[in-house]
């Protein structure tokens, strides 16, 4: 594949009982909810919608002065994993290889996985309207790592990202709130709590299906700050030409959007309320100041509960990409930072035996043969 291609209304933070955050079983009050990119009419007139009630990217950051300095390294919540991959030898990811190569202004860098979960009882989507909820699996790596050949080791600090709209924001007009459902989670927490299939049981319905997450593309991110923004900025690696679902989903070669995390202290836009707010630290919180909303700095993203604001860029990744004026001799353009690691994954994944599925399953240690084929057709 080419390269270049006024008052606050305190939200309660009351928790479950057994203390545990909303993970998967957590769902938005969805009574507001749109089901698709349109905007339905009654009675000749407009429906509100929950991108009425969200503020444009001018409005969303005041001054910008609250903008938290870069998070160093993550290395939590590992929880053994290293024990249970064991016969992982080596790591394709080498750290320290691009030290002081990488500009200041990228923020985090690493794997970047899209998945679509159908309604309960559709295991195989057949239009955009089947499926329930699409999501993103964020999957850090350290700044200066360079990606070689294999499998990743589980470092634990995976991220599961939910979409309620069930498809990406495409331009500026698009705006709209993902949640954090799962931080710091390992493989083994993603597949028995997110990629698998489950069964429940219902006192109306019976026994219900949830059928498992179907992987839709594979690529590399990177969280990028342009001074009063920051940016989400994604390039495909996998499948190499995108098929319909991923065009209908909102996906392209390479895209971006802006990211700007949600105060917790301030009631949430009208619909997209969760059972629980994210426990964020003091410095955390304090970070926010009295802005309802702060330019996304990735450990936001290291809280369950976490909203923040998608909103599309119909430019690509352009301006997510561009250099800063306090770019440093010897540091490369952004841009060429994420094209070096879109070739580092593509060379990676294709090392990995098997088709686009078996590449991706592999990649996350779990056995493909158990789980759904990439999609790339209704």
């Known amino acids: 594949m080419t390269t270049t291609r006024s008052g606050a209304k305190v939200e309660s933070t009351t928790k479950s009982e057994n203390g545990e955050g909303v993970g998967s079983k957590h769902q938005l009050d969805t009574k507001t909810l749109p089901e698709s990119k349109r905007t339905k009419n009654e009675d000749g007139k407009k429906q509100q ?25 993550e290395n939590n919540g590992k929880n053994g994993v290293a024990q249970e991959q064991t016969d992982q030898q080596n790591s394709a990811e080498q750290e320290g290889a ?26 195989e989507p057949s239009s955009v309207n089947d499926i329930r909820r699409s999501y993103i699996v964020l999957r850090p790596l350290a700044k200066d790592a360079k990606l070689g050949e294999g499998t990743i080791d589980d470092a634990g600090n995976s991220r599961l990202i939910a979409i309620p709209k069930k498809v990406l924001p495409v331009s500026g007009k698009d705006r709209w709130i993902a949640f954090v459902e799962k931080s710091h989670a390992s493989f083994k927490t993603l597949k028995d709590e997110f990629i698998s299939a489950s069964d429940y049981t219902t006192k109306t319905a019976g026994i219900r299906h949830t059928p498992a997450a179907t992987p839709v593309a594979e690529g590399i991110y990177a969280i990028t700050s342009t001074g009063r923004e920051s940016h989400l900025a994604y390039m495909v690696t996998l499948p190499e030409n995108l098929g319909e679902v991923q065009k209908e989903i909102g996906l392209k070669e390479n895209g971006s959007f802006i990211i700007s995390t949600r105060n917790p202290q301030y009631e949430p836009p009208k619909g997209t309320a969760l059972p629980q707010a994210p426990e964020y630290p003091k410095g955390v919180q304090d970070g926010f100041r009295s802005l309802r909303w702060v330019a996304t700095q990735p450990e936001h ?22 250099p800063q004026k306090d770019q440093k001799d010897g540091q490369e353009d952004p841009i060429e930072e994420l094209e070096k690691l879109e070739d580092e994954d593509t060379h990676r994944m294709k090392s990995l035996q098997g088709d686009d599925s078996d590449a991706i399953f592999k990649d996350l240690h779990v056995h493909a043969q158990d789980y759904p084929k990439l999609q790339t057709t209704f």
């Open 301 to 322: 993203l290291d809280y369950v509960n976490t909203q923040f604001l998608l909103v599309g860029e119909s430019s690509g990744i352009q301006k997510a990409a561009e």
């Open 49 to 73: 919608t929950i991108e009425d009630t969200i503020p444009s990217p001018t409005e969303a950051y005041g001054d910008g002065s609250s903008r938290l300095p870069a998070n160093g390294k």
């Open 98 to 123: 691009r030290e002081g190569v990488v500009p200041s202004n990228i923020l985090e860098k690493g794997i970047i996985y899209f998945f679509i979960r159908g309604r309960v009882g559709i295991d």
